[in-house]
T-cell receptor
Framework: NAGVMQNPRHLVRRRGQEARLRCSPM?????VYWYRQLPEEGLKFMVY????????ESGMPKERFSAEFPKEGPSILRIQQVVRGDSAAYFC??????????????FGQGTRLTVV | AQTVTQSQPEMSVQEAETVTLSCTYD???????LFWYKQPPSRQMILVIR??????QNATENRFSVNFQKAAKSFSLKISDSQLGDAAMYFC????????????FGTGTRLQVFP
């Protein structure tokens, strides 16, 4: 049972380009969470998705950022017109949420985005 | 809104010794979960230990244990018999008990282990 897979591991974009980050949840998991980690900081929640639905996007910047989790395929975090301040590590976590007591979110290894 | 505070940016410990990492949190909820995650240089987030707020007994996982003080909203991590492989960033995290696995993280503590 493969873990949460994120790709690419490293992504370099020039200012103004688009960045697409992918997350394949663990098998059987239908809940995906995206977090951003700025240098020397903790992870900050961005968005929570279930298949085809955005459940909680309270941590998403209002502009340039979007996320989706289609019925088929990975979850995508999309950043349009990237700026230097978007440089960070972006983590995806997935969970099953079938058992409230033992549920746990499993993390991918993150995508490090560098904007030059 | 819930918040998590880690007031120790860096800590150091000698191999085989014991170290305690501090964490405090703020919430108006009575039922929730608390976690400690380890992040080594590989960036992988590794769950170290979890605590359910309704349980009075402190969680323990081998060399790792917590001191959960619900009234004080304190959740410290004790690492016994420290090993070189324990060197990493450690993050305290809070999760509400309602229908989400969304985590709120502290800013982390960098632990150095000296031989």
């Amino acid at each position: 049972n493969a873990g949460v897979m994120q790709n690419p591991r490293h992504l370099v974009r020039r200012r103004g380009q688009e960045a697409r980050l992918r997350c394949s949840p663990m098998k059987g998991h239908s809940h995906v969470y995206w977090y951003r980690q700025l240098p020397e900081e903790g992870l900050k929640f961005m968005v929570y998705l279930q298949k085809e639905n955005i459940i909680d996007e309270s941590g998403m910047p209002k502009e340039r950022f979007s996320a989706e989790f289609p019925k088929e395929g990975p979850s995508i975090l999309r950043i349009q017109q990237v700026v230097r301040g978007d440089s960070a590590a972006y983590f995806c976590a997935s969970s099953q949420l079938t058992d409230r007591v033992n549920t746990e979110a499993f993390f991918g290894q993150g995508t490090r985005l560098t904007v030059v | 809104a819930q918040t998590v505070t880690q007031s120790q940016p860096e800590m150091s410990v000698q191999e085989a010794e014991t170290v305690t990492l501090s964490c405090t949190y703020d919430t108006s909820e009575s039922d929730y979960y608390l976690f400690w995650y380890k992040q080594p240089p590989s960036r992988q987030m590794i769950l170290v230990i979890r605590q359910e707020a309704y349980k009075q007994q402190n969680a323990t996982e081998n060399r790792f244990s917590v001191n959960f003080q619900k009234a004080a909203k304190s959740f410290s991590l004790k690492i016994s018999d420290s090993q070189l492989g324990d060197a990493a960033m450690y993050f305290c995290a809070y999760r509400a008990s309602y229908n989400t696995d969304k985590l709120i993280f502290g800013t982390g503590t960098r632990l150095q282990v000296f031989p």
